[in-house]
């Protein structure tokens, strides 16, 4: 891809204003996170007036609103990280963390002047599409809310998942989950025991190992874990980005570029996971010196097969003198601390770093289609969406960040951008006239889904239990391909693919 389609691929394409029209939209967008402030920020560009974001918290931000866990950051470079049409150029370092992310999402919502859209402390528990009126109906605390089109953003790691354990509720001492940090809580000199040695207890359990007594990480499966090349940005950074953007731009192109070279590993061209595994195996080695405790901690299944992590920190964390990894099985909790197969560990906090539901998409809200159909039952075999974005029997549903749309190695703010483009492109039809309520065909739904399954059990994601599948098998997280096949298939919507829903007529009492 030459150096211009590259540029273009990497910005988000400046939205010319939709002329006012005889067939005005109102639009509720679900979510106040990167994706929802994506759409609503791309609804104001457009010229799109009557829009509401509903947030059921007090303030906008999604996981880096409700992330606060010590060391929570970023794994994506924050260039890269960012909106296209919005970077920033005094990031403090090249992996920002959550505080930093989180100032720069609220100052991108303000500056483009979307915050007076959005309706905090209001969370919309049940939408149903009424087929008289071709409307949607949502209800949230303060009553009913009606929208021609919903776009629900509420993104795929938002709900904690917490351990199936016996006496999950019997332990007497503090007990939260990393995505729900208890901050008045002072582990200072305390017996601290964490389960899981996922992407949160990397970085969390290297800032909280200085102050603990004893740290007790239960390991189910090791983590392949590879250097993170991070770095603080200095005044220089800034200035250079200042008066030459063409430099963060560069960067943010290179970045973009090995992201899609991972993407490869795991998928087209698998045989580059040895180089990354590489790099897994000098992490390793050079940290930890203890064979047995290296022994421990070699993954058992290929390498991508579960999401690749990046730390500097986490090895060395490992490999200090209050620090123990547990690979026994767990039994249970007791009140006392965690058992095991071979015994009881002590503990006086318990900290749960067990990721989230991710193949839960939009739960617990109720979504209620054509015919009253739930969502919950059109996908009882998985979740699925044609493009991550139109379910069939949904008419002017829109999804940003739904299924299949994750990604194994790049930025999901570019997936995120495209979708968002292409929902604007489905509604400036609707403004036009040449359109009014979309439903994707369902045998165009079918064979996209179909494609992508097919492709992604060819992938590395296919070999392991893993937060990408759900409990059958089926992967209904990740994208199958390249995030520039994404951008090409997004580009253009096409309105073949959906079908008129036309409104349904009331029955007359006799």
């Known amino acids: 891809m030459s150096w211009p389609g590259a540029r273009r691929a990497l910005t988000f394409l400046n939205v010319t204003q939709t002329p006012k029209s005889a067939h005005p939209l109102k639009v509720a967008v679900i979510g106040a996170g990167f994706g929802g402030l994506g759409m609503a920020i791309t609804l104001k560009r457009a010229g799109f007036t009557d829009f509401t974001v509903f947030e059921k918290a007090g303030d906008i931000g999604g996981v880096w609103r409700e992330n606060t866990y010590p060391g929570a950051a970023c794994d994506v470079p924050s260039p890269l990280y960012s909106y296209s049409f919005a970077p920033n150029r005094t990031w403090p370092r090249r992996y920002s963390e959550q505080p930093d992310i989180l100032a720069y999402l609220r100052r991108t919502a303000e500056a483009e002047g979307v915050l007076d859209h959005v309706r905090l402390n209001t969370e919309v528990s049940g939408a149903e599409f009424d087929e008289v009126t071709r409307k949607w109906r949502l209800h949230t605390p303060n009553g009913v809310v009606e929208a021609d089109v919903l776009v629900p953003a509420t993104g795929q790691l938002s709900r904690p998942a917490l351990p ?277 065909r369902r045998d165009v739904a079918e064979r996209f889904d179909t494609e992508v399954q097919q492709r992604l059990q060819a992938s590395v994601w296919s070999g392991c239990r893993s937060w990408y599948r759900e409990d059958d098998g089926r992967i209904s997280t990740n994208w199958p391909g390249l995030v520039w096949e994404y951008h090409r298939r997004t580009a253009k919507a096409d309105l073949t693919a959906y079908r008129e829903v036309s409104p349904k007529k009331t029955v007359k009492a006799a």
């Open 164 to 440: 199936d354990l016996p006496g999950l509720d019997t332990f007497r001492g503090e007990a939260f989950h990393s995505a729900e940090w208890n901050h008045d809580v002072d582990l200072t000199g305390k017996r601290v025991a964490v389960i899981g040695t996922g992407a949160s207890a990397i970085q969390f359990v290297p800032r909280i190992q200085p102050k603990v007594a004893k740290l007790t990480v239960f390991q189910r499966s090791a983590p392949y874990v590879i250097p993170k090349p991070d770095r603080a940005y200095t005044r220089w950074h800034h200035r250079v980005y200042r008066l030459l953007p063409q430099v963060q731009q560069a960067g943010r192109l290179g970045t973009w570029s090995i992201g899609e070279l991972l993407t490869s590993a795991f998928t087209s061209v698998q045989p580059l996971g040895k180089l990354v595994e590489l790099l897994f195996r000098y992490n390793l080695r050079r940290h930890v010196s203890d064979r047995r405790l290296r022994e421990r901690l070699e993954p058992g299944y290929r390498i991508g097969c579960k999401r690749v992590l990046f730390s500097n920190d986490w090895y060395p964390t490992l490999a200090q003198s209050n620090v123990e990894v547990v690979t026994d099985r767990i039994t249970g909790v007791t009140p006392d601390g965690v058992r095991t197969e071979t015994g009881l560990h002590q503990a006086d906090v318990l900290i749960y770093g067990t990721g989230f539901k991710a193949t839960e998409f939009l739960a617990p809200m109720r979504v209620c289609g054509v015919g009253g159909r739930e969502l919950s039952e059109e996908w009882a075999g998985g979740a699925h969406a044609y493009l991550g974005i139109s379910v069939p029997g949904f008419p002017n549903m829109f999804l940003i960040y739904g299924p299949n749309t994750n990604l194994g190695g790049n930025s999901i703010i570019y997936m995120m951008e495209h979708q968002c483009r292409y929902v604007l492109q489905l509604l400036r039809e609707i403004t036009a006239g040449r359109a009014s309520c979309l439903d994707i």
